[in-house]
């Protein structure tokens, strides 16, 4: 697979706590010349990058990050304020203590909400598969799916763990065939990037990739 192939799938992410405006200025602008099929950056800067990219660029960013447990009021603010802002792509972190408790009712009444919120934008919802169980991750395949968001996501990867194999694969097996997958965390190489990909993934979240193509 050709690497400008796999970049047209990639969300070249920034997410870290220390990011500055010069670094994310930065990664949109290798975006652009590597052709990503977004930036995801904190909804600190979506303003600032909207107003530097245009439509230049997709912007993605993130609500509820990196823990989830912010209450479904404040994601819904966050959400409408981000695409107020100028963000194309939500990626919402669900509440993982709900999934404990076994709340799949509330999981999927948040998700229904910030998807009303989105209108029209991409809606992906992150469950952090490293903290969860198989039957837990199946379920989640399922209130995903009848909530109507449009991508599933693996990671934040500010947890103990990002993307793997079994669970792209397994979130191929499980979600509705409107839902798109997402790898996100830990994503080293071009080739790991093809398996996920041949697994089912169609996006992939990561900074590493265009790293190693600057590197040549």
Request: glycine share 6%; net charge negative; hydrophobic share 40%.
């Amino acid at each position: 697979m050709e690497r400008k192939e796999i970049f047209k799938i990639v969300d070249h992410t920034l997410l870290a706590q220390t990011a500055t405006w010069e670094e994310i200025r930065k990664i949109c602008d290798d975006a652009v010349t590597y052709g990503t099929a977004s930036v995801c950056i904190p909804p600190s800067y979506v303003k600032q990058a909207y107003e530097y990219l245009g439509k230049e660029k997709t912007i993605c960013t993130v609500i509820g990050f990196p823990n989830g447990y912010n209450t479904t009021a404040v994601k819904e603010f966050e959400t409408k304020d981000a695409i107020a802002n100028g963000a194309d792509e939500i990626d919402m972190v669900i509440n993982l203590g709900w999934v404990k408790d076994r709340r799949y009712d509330l999981i999927e009444q948040e998700i229904r909400v910030l998807k009303a919120a989105c209108g029209e934008k991409i809606l992906k919802v992150i469950i952090e598969t490293c903290l969860l169980t198989q039957e837990e991750k199946i379920e989640l395949c399922k209130v995903v799916t009848a909530a109507g968001a449009d991508f599933i996501k693996t990671s934040t990867g500010f947890s103990t763990a990002g993307a793997t194999f079994d669970d792209v694969q397994l979130f191929a097996e499980h979600v509705g065939k409107e839902v798109k997958i997402k790898a996100a965390g830990g994503i080293s190489s071009f080739d790991d990037a093809e398996k996920f990909i041949s697994l089912g993934a169609s996006r992939l979240g990561t900074s590493r990739l265009v790293k190693l193509a600057k590197q040549e």
